[in-house]
């Protein structure tokens, strides 16, 4: 029988429930327990393909083309494990389904409901992914008190009566605030926010408390008494330096233990070996890198979740602490606001702010020899900007910027210009790369094929392709079937790669993604001074080089 843990918060939003309900899975698989993972999202949007980043993070793109909230990254990097479309579902595909169904005539007669109806469909996606799991995780999105998110919590509790209270169990994660004026942790809003469960009849089992300090024995007595948990139930989960020290923060606390004993699981012992070896080596690193983010979304971190994790664990595979200066290319001082920098990536992204500055960004790691990572946009940006500055093609541009360009450099497929609705429209998940022999991305990953993950409408144009080679830009991965450009590379440079993929994705701290890994190695080469240049090639004279960077 596969039991149910559901996942709700408390209080604010922005807790971490997806670090959370991450870090139990990842306790729980290291007991031998299969564990499945499902993100409920209580908007109308079918999926967060058609949103702004800046209102819920990055859309994060699984194997099978779903563009899925940012918490399945979390999934997939704490149990390094492979999600889904069947693990994220919103209010909006709910209704979606339940609408065609009422169509089609399957509920002919009846009055399509809430309760049975949306609360059925819900249940029902609980249970797919639930097939050959031990234990299905399901974290809830948004507060409880939310008017959103009821439909979901009324199936969670369904839930309760339908597979046995023994085989369904409840966390709650909540803020204990820490208020500066009196320097005391106050536990009056995880009451509130309990008794307001209890209104929807959800009962917590445990209760996770997200606090800047960690709670004293007499504060987990008070929630414990208030909310009626065991005292052993209420479980502290402090500010850490780093996300990936959560499980071993649950682990000293023995949330697992808690959790194997409520829903009388039977498991092996514990083998969180690999993981610690990681937060040691993250906890103690014995280098520094600066790497510059150059984007535009840069006052929201969560629009690079995957990129920034990405480069975390680039940096744990060379033993180096990472530095990311998230620069927003809209600003006028750009190029002066990357000194001193290791590194340069230019991350994906779509609209037209901040372009031109990525170029110039862009055109500053080519000249003076910074290593370079563009990821999706990064690699149109890059081709962009070699065939304006190398190959003289004036306005050179992708028709996504300006259509009229005489250079269309980056352009639509046919079928692409076919799309009217935008709605999981893009060119998206996993395609075949074939890798050419000697260039850095065969180096890195060391295979002739690689699987990655595509998000974008926008192509490289064939066209152009021998000007580019013949120049010094060169294509080191496509795919064969439709000859697309999949990676790019400069000739004559210590590293300068560019990907039409998300590299970022299939990153893992235990497994760092091999073209992180690279680039992390060649900004660490950058700021030992290490900055091996060819013989010939005299260093580029506009200010930065290597060793200014030491
Ligand atoms: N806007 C570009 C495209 O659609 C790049 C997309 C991206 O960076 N994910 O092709």
């Known amino acids: 029988m596969t039991k149910y843990i559901f996942v709700t918060g408390g209080v604010v939003s922005s807790l971490g429930k997806g670090i959370s309900a ?8 290291a007991r031998g327990l299969s564990v499945a993972m499902l993100k409920c999202d209580p908007y109308i949007n079918v999926d967060p393909g058609t949103m702004n980043p800046f209102q819920h993070g990055e859309v994060y793109v ?9 918490d399945l990254g979390h999934y997939e990097r704490f149990l390094n494990k492979e999600m889904h479309h069947t693990n994220n579902i919103t209010a909006g595909r709910i209704y979606e389904t339940v609408i065609a169904r009422e169509r089609r005539g399957d509920f ?10 949306i609360t059925d469909e819900i249940k029902s996606r609980f249970k797919l992914p639930a097939k050959g799991a031990d234990i299905v995780i399901i974290e809830i999105g948004g507060t409880v008190g939310d008017i959103e998110s009821l439909p979901f919590l009324e199936a969670a509790r369904q839930m309760g009566l339908e597979a046995g209270r023994e085989n369904t169990l409840y966390i709650h994660v909540t803020l204990v605030p820490f208020i500066k004026a009196s320097e005391e942790l106050k536990t009056k809003p995880t009451q509130h926010s309990v008794a307001k469960l209890r209104e929807l009849g959800i009962s917590p089992d445990i209760i ?33 330096a780093s996300i990936y020290e959560v499980p071993m923060v649950f682990d000293k606390q023995g949330l ?20 610690s070896t990681v937060v040691h080596r993250l906890k103690n690193p014995k280098h520094e890198v600066q790497i510059a983010l150059a984007g535009k979304y840069t006052d929201y971190k969560d629009a690079y979740k995957s990129v920034h994790e990405a480069l975390v664990h680039g940096g744990i595979a060379n033993d180096c602490r990472i530095t990311v200066r998230y620069l927003d290319t809209s600003s006028p001082s750009i190029l002066e606001d990357l000194h001193g920098v ?19 960004v862009t055109g500053l790691a080519r000249e003076e020899r910074i290593p370079f990572l563009g990821l999706c946009l990064g690699l149109q940006i890059a081709v962009v900007e070699f065939g304006r500055s190398v190959l003289k093609l004036s306005g050179a541009h992708s028709t996504e910027f300006d259509p009229k360009t005489r250079y269309p450099v980056i352009d639509l497929l046919p079928e692409q210009k076919a799309v009217q609705a935008k709605g999981a429209s893009m060119r998206l998940g996993t395609y075949e790369c074939c890798l050419k022999k000697g260039s850095l991305a065969h180096k890195a990953y060391g295979t002739a094929t690689v699987q990655e993950r595509h998000r974008h409408r926008y192509e490289v ?20 079937p439709k000859n697309l450009a999949e990676i790019v590379e400069l000739r004559d440079h210590p590293w300068f790669l560019a990907a039409q993929f998300h590299p970022e994705f299939k990153s893992r701290p235990e497994s760092p993604h091999p073209l992180f890994r690279d680039f992390v190695a060649a900004a660490l080469a950058r700021s030992r001074g290490l900055d091996r240049r060819p013989a010939g090639v005299k260093p580029a004279g506009r200010g930065f080089s290597g060793e200014d960077h030491g």
């Open 22 to 29: 991450a870090s139990l899975g990842k306790l729980l698989e």
């Open 62 to 70: 699984t194997e099978d083309g779903a563009e899925t909230d940012l």
């Open 108 to 117: 002919l007669g009846m009055t399509v409901q809430v309760i049975p109806h």
């Open 208 to 240: 996770v408390c997200r606090s800047e300090k960690p709670l004293s024995s007499e504060i987990k007595a008070k929630i414990s008494m208030f909310c009626s948990v065991p005292k052993e139930s209420v479980v502290d989960a402090p500010d850490v």
């Open 256 to 275: 697992d233990d808690q959790v194997v004993m409520l829903l009388r699981l039977r498991s092996r012992a514990k083998d969180l070996e690999s993981w």
């Open 342 to 360: 290791h590194g340069i990536l230019v991350p994906g992204g779509f609209g037209d702010r901040g372009i031109e500055g990525k170029v110039k």
């Open 461 to 480: 144009n064939n066209k152009f392709r021998k000007l580019y080679e013949d120049a010094g830009l060169q294509v080191t991965g496509t795919y064969a």
